[in-house]
């Protein structure tokens, strides 16, 4: 068919859908609430982003992925309990595949000490899985596996997580999928092991003053879904006068990025990533593009970045 077909199928359906499902994210360093609903309700504003990543431009149907979230704090008492609700909208189209799903999410953050916070976070809602067999060339079009039509499969999407932070470092791991539903789009699906499989995330990071205008943030994240082996970001990023910040992070097996962003105003900020392709796949694409658009809603403290995720 194209390009990318014979790429999709040999990870995707021919290998039962386990390689890893969830959308990848390059500036998830941005936006933690994406993998993570422990973040839920972390800063005093309503945290609102915007992102649109189109993966491997140049190779035909590769994947695309658009999404919405939102999350802020709801209460809090004078032990510095706090309690926060959110919700994702996340599209990832990729071929003839798409999937579609949204999500509400609930943390609860409880101060272990006068500087650390441990949060638990939970998300549940629906994912639709679809398969367009018409944009597939069969090479016997009276495959009973592939025939053709348009399939869609509607399944409980849980996650959870947890995220323990302080001023100056953060450590989380979240589990996606929890409940791993049978993906069945015909009657003909062949292998017992299509199914939703679990993802794991762990991530770390810490923030140091270089200067009186300058910081400086490493920090790594572990993903883990089986039968894939576990793959890592290693990611490095400076933020000068909380206004300007610019990143490079590394992806196992996969290549580079180089990452930067820019606090507008207390109301705006804008993040962008170009990813730069190590694999085979070099030879085909020019490369990824990610944006993130952030708004920071009832922001009554003027904070131009986040105090709590950076």
């Not at 089986?226 to 910040?245: C, Q």
């Amino acid at each position: 068919m194209r390009k990318l077909l014979s790429i999709y199928l040999l990870l995707s359906w021919a290998s039962a859908l386990s390689a890893q499902q969830q959308p990848q994210y390059t500036m998830y360093m941005a936006n933690n609430f994406i993998l993570n609903p422990a973040v839920a309700g972390i800063e005093d504003y309503t945290d609102v982003k915007l992102s649109y990543r189109a993966q491997w431009v140049g190779i035909e149907d590769a994947p695309v992925t658009a999404y919405a979230t939102i999350h802020g704090l709801i209460a809090s008492d004078l032990e510095g309990r706090r309690h926060g609700l959110g919700g994702a909208v996340v599209l990832d189209k990729t071929g003839p595949t798409q999937r579609f799903s949204g999500t509400a999410a609930y943390a609860f953050h409880l101060p272990v000490s006068r500087s650390l916070v441990a949060a638990f976070g939970v998300s549940a809602g629906i994912v639709e899985y679809s398969l367009n067999t018409d944009a597939l060339q069969l090479t016997n079009p009276n495959d009973a596996v592939l025939t053709k039509g348009n399939y869609s499969q509607l399944l409980p999407s849980i996650h959870t997580g947890i995220w323990l932070y302080s001023p100056n470092f953060f450590i989380g791991a979240a589990a996606q999928n929890l409940v791993e539903s049978k993906l069945t789009f015909n009657s003909h699906t062949p292998n017992p092991d299509s199914k939703l499989y679990r993802h794991y995330f762990v991530t770390a990071g810490y923030r140091f003053p270089v200067n009186e205008t300058l910081s400086a943030t490493p920090s790594v994240m572990l993903k883990m879904v089986e039968p894939v082996p576990v793959t890592f970001d290693i990611n490095f990023k400076m933020m000068y006068r909380d206004r300007f910040w610019a990143g490079v992070s590394y992806r196992k097996r996969d290549g580079f990025a180089a990452m930067a962003g820019i606090n507008i105003s207390p109301l705006i900020n804008v993040s962008y990533a170009y990813d730069y392709v190590t694999s085979d796949l070099q030879k085909y694409t020019s490369g990824s593009h990610e944006i993130i658009l952030g708004i920071l809603l009832n922001n009554e403290g003027g904070a131009l970045c986040p105090t709590n995720v950076w």
